[in-house]
């Protein structure tokens, strides 16, 4: 097995140094790339999307519940799967209650969504103890339309913004995985951004995830500056 060579104290500094000039950069890159994702602009949802839950049928925006925002975590699980990949299993293990607690502080609701239907999912989700919340959009159009499930016979086979018939893998469809955020204004649902594939793996914790979205952080030393009233001074030594 190789390992890092050996160097003196003083040698390790100076690699160091130099190696944090490059992670300096990457995380002011990292900063202007999320300004940026939050100034793209939002597409209102006209479609009425209906989802079955532990309590019936919901509606897109009452996934929100009191929250401005909503993340939705894609989960790949088929109407036909006997469980979730182990990819987004993966996911949904490493969610933590501050993870949901910590978003609803920043205004801004978390749940899952799979097109297998809801006894399958709350079977898998008391299975594995999951407690975030989870529904199903069986029989909706809302996985194709957000690229999550490709179908050859309904002409969905675009995922991650381009198209991928490979990856139907010699099926006629199949389940992919990803993230979606909306804004909710009044009584109007906005989609601001999904990501998909490798734009998932940075993912993890309260503030990855609120950088999706299109309020973000709500720092004050965000951009834009007139998203949200800065209420909230945050760390300075964030910021860089």
């Given at each position: 097995?190789?390992?890092?060579?050996?160097?003196?104290?003083?040698?390790?500094?100076?690699?160091?140094?130099?190696?944090?000039?490059?992670?300096?950069?990457?995380?002011?890159?990292?900063?202007?790339?999320?300004?940026?994702?939050?100034?793209?602009?939002?597409?209102?949802?006209?479609?009425?999307?209906?989802?079955?839950?532990?309590?019936?049928?919901?509606?897109?925006?009452?996934?929100?519940?009191?929250?401005?925002?909503?993340?939705?975590?894609?989960?790949?699980?088929?109407?036909?799967?006997?469980?979730?990949?182990?990819?987004?299993?993966?996911?949904?293990?490493?969610?933590?209650?501050?993870?949901?607690?910590?978003?609803?502080s920043r205004d801004t609701a978390f749940a899952l969504v799979s097109r297998a239907p809801f006894a399958k999912i709350a079977e898998v989700k008391e299975r594995k103890g999951w407690f975030t919340p989870w529904y199903s959009a069986y029989g909706t159009d809302f996985n194709y339309d957000f690229q999550v499930s490709l179908d050859e016979s309904r002409g969905q086979v675009e995922y991650n913004y381009r198209a991928e018939p490979g990856l139907?893998?010699?099926?006629?469809?199949?389940?992919?995985?990803?993230?979606?955020?909306?804004?909710?204004?009044?009584?109007?649902?906005?989609?601001?951004?999904?990501?998909?594939?490798?734009?998932?793996?940075?993912?993890?914790?309260?503030?990855?995830?609120?950088?999706?979205?299109?309020?973000?952080?709500?720092?004050?030393?965000?951009?834009?500056?007139?998203?949200?009233?800065?209420?909230?001074?945050?760390?300075?030594?964030?910021?860089?």
């Amino acid at each position: 097995m190789a390992l890092p060579d050996v160097a003196s104290s003083g040698e390790w500094r100076k690699a160091r140094l130099e190696l944090l000039a490059h992670e300096k950069e990457l995380t002011r890159h990292q900063t202007a790339i999320n300004a940026e994702r939050r100034r793209l602009p939002m597409v209102r949802i006209d479609k009425k999307y209906v989802f079955e839950g532990p309590d019936g049928p919901v509606e897109l925006k009452d996934l929100f519940g009191d929250s401005r925002q909503l993340i939705i975590q894609h989960v790949m699980l088929g109407h036909d799967w006997d469980d979730a990949c182990p990819g987004c299993t993966a996911g949904v293990d490493e969610l933590a209650p501050g993870h949901l607690r910590h978003l609803s502080s920043r205004d801004t609701a978390f749940a899952l969504v799979s097109r297998a239907p809801f006894a399958k999912i709350a079977e898998v989700k008391e299975r594995k103890g999951w407690f975030t919340p989870w529904y199903s959009a069986y029989g909706t159009d809302f996985n194709y339309d957000f690229q999550v499930s490709l179908d050859e016979s309904r002409g969905q086979v675009e995922y991650n913004y381009r198209a991928e018939p490979g990856l139907l893998g010699g099926d006629r469809s199949s389940e992919m995985s990803g993230m979606s955020c909306f804004l909710r204004d009044g009584a109007n649902v906005f989609h601001t951004y999904s990501t998909y594939a490798r734009g998932t793996e940075f993912l993890g914790n309260t503030y990855t995830f609120l950088d999706m979205t299109a309020l973000g952080r709500q720092e004050d030393w965000e951009e834009p500056k007139d998203r949200v009233p800065a209420v909230r001074g945050g760390d300075p030594t964030f910021t860089d």
